[in-house]
């Protein structure tokens, strides 16, 4: 039994893939929220004791590693690493959508 398969090439953010219309920003907040998981785990923090030494609710780390993140701003998952003695860099680089030229409309 060979069943064909077809293969598509995503695009590295798998929000815009599925066609979520602020794609980039979910991106960003889940690859913070997912920095914040590794610092948890990597110092073997539990939601309280995050929440102790960085003054964010334990509900918060809570809903980070749920990956709940609608509630979260990308400002606020930066404090939290920087709460945590991460330091947060960020590019930013601009593209047209759909390859085409972008264009605004002015009234």
Not at 3 to 23: K, L, Q, W, Y
Not at 51 to 73: H, M, Q, V
Not at 77 to 95: C, G
Request: hydrophobic share 40%.
């Amino acid at each position: 039994m060979s069943e064909e398969m077809e293969i598509v090439r995503g695009s590295g953010n798998v929000f815009r893939d599925f066609g979520h219309p602020n794609a980039d920003a979910e991106q960003l907040k889940a690859i913070l929220a997912a920095q914040i998981i590794r610092v948890l785990d990597s110092r073997n923090l539990s939601t309280r004791r995050a929440g102790e030494l960085t003054g964010i609710a334990a509900a918060d780390f809570s809903r980070i590693r749920k990956a709940k993140l609608d509630r979260f701003t990308i400002d606020r998952l930066m404090t939290i690493l920087n709460r945590f003695d991460q330091r947060v860099e960020v590019t930013v680089d601009f593209q047209p959508r759909n390859g085409g030229p972008s264009q605004l409309a002015v009234s």
